[in-house]
């Protein structure tokens, strides 16, 4: 098809090549006023209503949604000959051809997309939209100058709003190796954690090459919905390539419950758990280059210290032989007086200097005290300079050390007194004429002056007769000291009434800055 040809159909951009075809054919252009890169989807084939519309469905989210892990939306045409829409050109590719192209993904590279992901989940499932296909497919990545990737959550053609009518519509569009166990046996309540059990699939093949079931011709649909339904996932196999992939089993286990009520699918929650394993695996990498050989072709010299001798074997100092120097030339025309005349003024001056000393200070202390054990321990270290200075700034050190130790021991201390002061209250939540709590707000103090990066809130709703009806858990991220914060608490469709409680908190790592930063914490030390 000519370039003429599809102007007219997308007036105002120019079609530069096809980038791929499957219900939709997706299209690289230029906008022909900016100049800018574009990708364009339109539906070349099949153009029935039911396609229309969730193609409509998929243009009002995109639009709707501005995050930089979410493809955005430039324009969208539905009342054109061929409907369509105008998406930012993500140049790198997807995530499927990085899988092809390298089996496996590098673990720092899958812990960003997963929390590239969950920044994702995070900015459309409030607006009650659940993706329903997410996939290595629908995730494009574009790479960074630094050389790292950024990933971006697309294609929301099966995806739909929350609030309307719970349908079948796009269970048969899904990708069933991706799909979670109640797409298969209960489509009408898919929710958020589908998502992240999609996403816990995705995780799991970058980690291991492959996803935990396959479909296969051999085996059919219903050996492997019910593979789905009732095994467990198979753990992720350590070798001595791959020592750390342990790290990861509680966070997968989490996205891969097969019940969705049990799943992690809190986004803070999903950050927190890849928080944790990438400071574990930096942790596993740093031990093991410490242990690790030295590289083939390294200086020794250059990296380990030379060794002092002992004490027994170490040489007596000196007088120092002068390396024989080679004969100046001499100038016996230049001025042959000046020699004798510099050596008249330095011993000049040495004389005035040993009568003026004499006349004014006592006789050095070794000479007046008797010799005892202390004068003659002070001798010598009035005799040799560079041991007494190399004694003295090993002293310095040691204290600076001790100090430092008394500092962190105190500040540890503070910080755990710190956190028991941090309390967490129900600020406010509706519940409906028939029961069910919505809309509820968890407000956490943190009156101390210093930082959480982390404090988990258990929530507890209970009946209308007062027994217990669940938990859930919820998440405060990088607490500022002195503040106040204020998240929503997950809804529920039972309870009349609410609690909750502080379950654990996260301290800074980093105790040095902290330090620097609240100075308060240790100013007892410094006065000591």
């Not at 029935?48 to 045409?77: G, W, Y």
């Not at 753990?235 to 001595?240: D, G, M, Q």
């Not at 928080?275 to 695996?281: A, D």
Request: with cysteine.
């Amino acid at each position: 098809m000519s370039t003429i040809r599809f102007d007219t159909r997308f007036p105002g951009y120019e079609v530069l090549s096809e980038l791929g075809r499957s219900n939709a054919r997706i299209l690289k252009a230029r906008h022909l006023a900016t100049g800018d890169l574009v990708a364009i989807k339109h539906f070349a084939l099949n153009t029935d209503e039911e396609t229309l519309r969730r193609f409509q469905r998929e243009s009002a989210i995109m639009t709707s949604i501005a995050h930089p892990n979410v493809v955005k939306v430039r324009e969208v045409q539905l009342e054109a000959e061929l409907p369509y829409i105008v998406m930012e050109l993500i140049e790198g590719g997807s995530l499927k051809q990085l899988i092809a192209g390298q089996n496996r993904i590098d673990i720092s590279t899958t812990i960003r997309l997963g929390l590239q992901m969950a920044s994702a989940f995070k900015a459309i499932h409030p607006q009650g939209i659940v993706h329903r296909d997410v996939k290595p497919e629908n995730i494009l990545y574009r790479p960074l100058p630094s050389g790292e990737l950024h990933f971006l959550l697309t294609d929301f053609g099966i995806a739909r709003l929350h609030e309307q009518s719970n349908t079948l519509t796009g269970q048969s569009l899904m990708t069933y190796e991706y799909a979670s166990p109640e797409q298969f046996n209960e489509p009408r309540g898919v929710g958020p954690a589908t998502d992240y059990y999609s996403l816990g699939v995705v995780l799991y093949e970058c980690l291991h090459g492959s996803v935990p079931f396959a479909l296969d011709d051999q085996s059919g649909i219903v050996t492997f919905m019910n593979k789905v339904l009732t095994e467990p996932p198979p753990a992720l196999t350590v070798t001595s390539e791959n020592p750390t992939l342990g790290l990861f089993t509680e966070l997968l286990e989490g996205l891969l419950k097969k019940k969705a009520s049990e799943r992690l699918s809190d986004p803070d929650e999903l950050t927190w758990l890849l928080k944790q394993s990438e400071l574990n695996y930096l942790r596993t990498n740093r031990t093991g280059s410490k242990t690790a050989p030295p590289a083939i072709g390294s200086e020794p010299n250059k990296t380990k210290p030379k060794p002092e001798l002992p004490e027994a074997v170490r040489p007596e100092p000196g007088p120092v032989k002068p390396e024989p120097a080679s004969p100046a030339p001499t100038h016996s025309s230049r001025k042959p007086w000046l020699l004798p005349v510099l050596i008249l003024v330095v011993l000049a001056a040495g004389a005035g200097l040993y009568y003026a000393n004499t006349g004014s200070i006592p006789k050095p202390i070794a000479s007046v005290l008797p010799l005892n054990d202390t004068t003659a321990a002070l001798a010598p270290a009035q005799q040799t300079d560079g041991d007494e200075t190399t004694v003295a700034e090993e002293d310095t050190m040691n204290l600076y050390l001790a100090k430092q130790a008394k500092r962190r021991e105190q500040l540890q201390e503070q910080l755990a007194a710190a956190g028991r002061t941090l309390s967490v209250e129900v600020l406010s939540l509706k519940v409906g004429f028939f029961g069910g709590i919505k809309q509820a707000r968890i407000q956490l103090e943190n009156p101390s002056p210093f930082p959480f990066p982390a404090v988990s809130v258990q929530v507890s709703y209970f009946k209308d007769q007062g027994g217990l009806y669940k938990t859930e858990k919820m998440f405060f991220m990088n607490v500022p000291p002195h503040s106040s914060p204020v998240r929503s608490a997950p809804d529920s469709d039972r309870g009349t009434r609410m609690s909750c409680k502080i379950l654990k908190y996260d301290f800074p790592k980093n105790l040095d800055s902290l330090m620097r930063v609240v100075p308060a914490a240790i100013d007892s030390i410094n006065n000591e």
